[in-house]
């Protein structure tokens, strides 16, 4: 069983930036492929970005490309996501979610696990 918590949303204005963080429990998290996906109100939750377990490799939706930064520290269980030049259309709730160990790295909603409760963005235009 992973538990996920994530922080760091908050009300920004368009062009500032904001980091999340995910904190995992678990012992096998170096071995966990993480992603985080976003849910606007009215709309369907989507990918924004997934790294691997050792961090080697990644992934982003092409509308985060340039933008936002997934990285990971796997001594403190924790995966952050860095993003800058926000815009107003990136206001949403942002979740972080697991994969079960060993899993590769994917975008697909459905192949996550487990899932954090969520942390809200707020981007003021």
């Known amino acids: 069983q992973v538990q996920l918590v994530e922080s760091g949303g908050g009300l920004v204005q368009a062009g500032d930036s904001l980091r999340l963080s995910c904190a995992a429990s678990?012992?096998?998290?170096?071995?966990?492929?993480m992603g985080w996906f976003r849910q606007a109100p009215g709309k369907e939750r989507e990918f924004v970005a997934a790294?691997?377990?050792?961090?080697?490799?990644?992934y982003y939706a092409d509308f985060v490309k340039g933008r936002f930064t997934i990285s990971r520290d796997n001594l403190k269980n924790t995966v952050y996501l860095q993003m800058n030049s926000l815009k107003s259309e990136d206001t949403a709730v942002y979740y972080c979610a697991a994969r079960h160990a060993g899993a590769l790295i994917s975008s697909r909603y459905g192949e996550y696990d487990y899932w954090g409760q969520g942390t809200q963005v707020t981007v003021s235009s």
């Open positions: 678990g012992r096998t998290f170096s071995s966990v492929a």
């Open positions: 790294i691997s377990g050792s961090g080697g490799s990644t």
